[in-house]
């Protein structure tokens, strides 16, 4: 077998390893292991592609570079994914986490006050 053949076998090998590893990912439920995981992709695959280019083989190189666009592209979207869902986020708790209560303390006793009726409420 060629040294050529080689090459472009174990980084078929390589790229097949990191991408049966993305559905584990998923398994974890978890938006930034999903991100984390395409991020490495793209750069293994990069690091194919450098390897391709160091040693004059072009489909090496070729897999390196389709690998490392699609690593980004995925890594792209699960960033502004996570972007999203922090936005959502933070949105819910502006506006549910505000209160149309104001505390106050009157005679060693513990107050709230409903600031959209008015009404006054001890509290226990």
Not at 26 to 39: E, G, P, Y
Not at 85 to 108: A, I, K, L, V
């Amino acid at each position: 077998m060629k040294t050529g053949t080689r090459t472009v076998m174990a980084a078929v090998a390589g790229l097949l390893t990191l991408t049966a590893m993305a559905p584990m990912a998923v398994l974890a439920d978890s938006l930034q292991n999903d991100k984390n995981t395409n991020r490495n992709i793209g750069i293994g695959a990069g690091a194919i592609a450098l390897h391709g280019l160091s040693r004059g083989n072009g489909l090496e190189t070729i897999i390196g570079v389709a690998g490392a666009a699609y690593g980004a592209s995925q890594y792209e979207k699960d960033r502004k994914r996570q972007a999203e869902q922090n936005r959502q986020r933070s949105y819910y708790h502006y506006n549910h986490e505000r209160s149309n209560r104001r505390y106050y303390s009157y005679n060693g006793h513990r107050y709230y006050q409903n600031l959209n009726s008015g009404t006054r409420h001890e509290i226990d």
